[in-house]
T-cell receptor, first 116, second 120 residues
């Protein structure tokens, strides 16, 4: 069974600084997708970034980028120039991209605080 | 972009009554709907997966007779909490997968805004 581990329950960062959230996963599959979702206090799940396992290039979305290490099964999220609006719960998620139920497997989350 | 409308956003009900939560895909066809439960400061816990026109598949430990899921059309799925009790109080979130799957930027997952259920 696939598992996703986020080892940092809480993190904090100074406004305008950079922070990295960790995520590791376990799977025997070679084709899959990885995601980072943000859940602000409103509790709406917002997609931050997505990475296809077959792509070697790390995904980037504006201030958000990932460090995808397929062999190490690691998928960290880097937030640059942190803003107050980045404060939220962040969930790492995995889904197998082959035929099947397409269920997302979530990590337990990391609560990010941004200090003004 | 793809939108899932989830209603109600908040509901308070008396113990023993039933509550229905609706999730509608507004501009796409939701082949599959996932229903999650989230306790405070915890991750999303998958309760069940439903495919349009089929019976839902429930995760281990989830009472199918208590949490009734209907996915009768490609745009509507409902979760009914029957004979609700205070321990059913939680945050419920739906997530829809577009029939086109990979064609959607986020690989076809769109989340509703959630329903906070309080049973008194």
């Amino acid at each position: 069974a696939q598992t996703v581990t986020q080892s940092q329950p809480e993190m904090s960062v100074q406004e305008a600084e950079t922070v990295t959230l960790s995520c590791t996963y376990d799977t025997s599959e070679s084709d899959y997708y990885l995601f980072w979702y943000k859940q602000p206090p409103s509790r709406q799940m917002i997609l931050v970034i997505r990475q296809e396992a077959y792509k070697q290039q790390n995904a980037t979305e504006n201030r958000f980028s990932v460090n995808f290490q397929k062999a190490a099964k690691s998928f960290s999220l880097k937030i640059s120039d942190s803003q107050l609006g980045d404060a939220a719960m962040y969930f790492c998620a995995y889904v197998y991209s082959g035929a099947g139920s397409y269920q997302l497997t979530f990590g337990k989350g990391t609560k990010l605080s941004v200090i003004p | 972009g793809a939108v899932v409308s989830q209603h109600p956003s908040r509901v308070i009900c008396k113990s023993g009554t039933s509550v229905k939560i609706e999730c509608r895909s507004l501009d796409f066809q939701a082949t599959t709907m996932f229903w999650y439960r989230q306790f405070p400061k915890q991750s999303l816990m998958l309760m069940a997966t439903s495919n349009e026109g089929s019976k839902a598949t429930y995760e281990q430990g989830v009472e199918k007779d208590k949490f009734l899921i209907n996915h009768a059309s490609l745009t509507l799925s409902t979760l009914t909490v029957t004979s609700a009790h205070p321990e059913d109080s939680s945050f419920y979130i739906c997530s829809a997968r577009d029939v086109r799957g990979r064609a959607i930027t986020n690989y076809g997952y769109t989340f509703g805004s959630g329903t906070r259920l309080t049973v008194v």
